[in-house]
């Protein structure tokens, strides 16, 4: 799944940030990929960004419409259809992480089949995939795991990434996500992958690279989240990281869609992600901890990653706040 | 999904027994549930079932021709199909294991619309499943769990529901697998499920039950399997188990598929299993260990057993050659 670049970012009638959270990500992690923004009347969030309607985006050489808001329960709104049907004419391919379908709709659907355009479906892994054949293969790769859902695993690979970069080296972020999708242009979306071909898929998504080349894998899920250990442990099993960076939220007092669940205690759920993976790679190791201090003081987010570091004997970064700087240290070591 | 009883078991052109094998299991476990067999011109295996024409089957009230057969390749043999047409026009549906569809072969696909008879194919979950909830449920559940794929865990399960039924007790098999649908006429092909739904589909197998009930989960793959582990996680989260029993074929000299991969020490596969299966459970425990000995004398394997008895400390049986009895005598103390 490669979504054809530079795109146009479409933030609709978005009412706030987090609806247009995607696009957001996009112009922050590849500005180089974005001709420009497309706001429908009404919409609230701004990037800094050239706005461009489709005629000018096209002469800016888009070729992919990509959607960057999302609606309450991942719809289409009825006010954007004119405007994908109009992209569709114009030449650009839409890109989208919602969950109801750009075919679903019959005048976008029809739209793209007119034009010969493509709907890409980032939620969908549109081809099939192999069992994982576990053979060890060349390059390095470093997994983001977590203690939760939703505790800043994109986030952190992807801040790895632009730090390993700046420094030269040999650096490529593999998403397993939708929005993550939609940053990298290609990616696998893990969690709707047969299970059968979990490992198998993620196999495919970080192959053998140069012997210097890190492959940053986007992890899903957590090992203590009972309703996706499945994927979290396929994934583990597929990357084979030879690096592992656990990601945390401090303040969260259950895992998420699980009122009744506690978080695992952290040197718990660093031991078995070390167990797991060590199947894969004896010479694992954790190299950091990427903790979202957000919800805290800066002086109280200070304190814990000092405190978290010293527990565990390993780099606490919180990526946002302090950057990642002192993980990349420990993979040049 | 769930297949009408009674069947009339077609075993084709099948040359041998291996061929007929889910024949054969249906027939071994459930008889009851089967009216006879249907054999073609060249047929060797034969059931000590009554051999019926379709005609005489409808007579016996038969409601599912369950194709009992595989092919190299999982194919439908062209030989078979005016037997499948025939089978719908008078009435039957038809069950299938085999990885090319019934729905695929066009004169098939025809009749089952014409007489409104359902191609039911197990190796597809027919249905949506949700996100796993992790809630306490009532009842009791064992999973059979293994060092490797095909040890013996649906033959185990199967073997513990006779025994435990046997004695009285409220004990369901749960299939996860094809063969194990077919044998219970219900189940979840869990490795066909979309890796987000794993436990969940599980949860839905073995809901909330009576407090007295067990349902016997059949496992799949492995935890150290690396092409199927994300498959065997979920399932152990989504079954929640409060008895675990560990299935191993101690002849292996690889993990299968994986002519590279070395069999996973006993003992470390025991902890790891419980070490998982505490987060949903602390109280879960390993009941047992069933050993496929086929591959030893009777006297190597009794001595394997003792031996496996005393380093372990859980009743080491082999299902076939000593039954299951002293695991059902753990979980009645």
Request: charged share 20%; glycine share 10%.
């Amino acid at each position: 799944m490669t979504i054809q670049r530079p795109y146009l970012l479409f933030l609709g009638d978005a009412h706030d940030a987090l609806a247009a959270k995607t696009a957001i990500g996009v112009w922050y992690w590849r500005p180089e990929h974005c001709v420009g923004q497309l706001r429908l009347p009404g919409c609230v969030p701004r990037l800094a960004a050239p706005e461009l309607d489709l005629a000018a985006a096209v002469a800016a050489g888009a070729r992919t419409l990509l959607i960057g808001v999302a609606n309450r329960g991942g719809k289409i709104g009825e006010a954007w259809v004119p405007t994908l049907v109009e992209a569709l004419d114009r030449g650009l391919d839409i890109a989208s992480g919602l969950h109801v379908r750009l075919s679903s709709v019959p005048e976008v659907a029809e739209a793209a089949k007119r034009n010969g355009r493509r709907l890409i479906e980032v939620r969908e892994p549109g081809r099939e995939f192999p069992v994982a054949n576990a053979r060890p293969r060349s390059g390095h790769r470093l997994l983001a795991v977590g203690t939760d859902c939703s505790v800043g695993k994109m986030y952190t690979t992807l801040a790895l990434e632009r730090e390993m970069r700046a420094r030269g080296m040999q650096a490529d972020f593999r998403a397993t996500g939708q929005t993550g999708i939609m940053i990298a242009g290609e990616g696998v979306p893990v969690d709707a992958v047969v299970s059968d071909f979990i490992a198998g898929s993620v196999e495919e998504l970080c192959p053998a690279n140069d012997p210097d080349h890190w492959d940053l894998v986007e992890g899903q899920g957590s090992l203590f989240h009972p309703s996706f250990s499945g994927v979290s442990l396929g994934l583990l099993h597929g990357a084979a990281p030879d690096a592992l960076v656990m990601c945390h939220e401090p303040t969260r007092t259950h895992l998420r869609g699980l009122p009744h669940w506690p978080v695992p205690e952290l040197a718990e759920c660093l031991e078995l992600h070390l167990h797991c993976a060590r199947l894969m790679n004896p010479k694992v190791r954790f190299v950091g901890m990427a903790v979202n201090t957000s919800a805290l003081s800066e002086a109280e987010g200070q304190a814990l990653l000092a405190s978290l570091q010293d527990t565990h004997g390993l780099p606490c970064v919180d990526p946002v706040r302090t950057g990642v700087e002192p993980i990349v240290d420990v993979l040049q070591s």
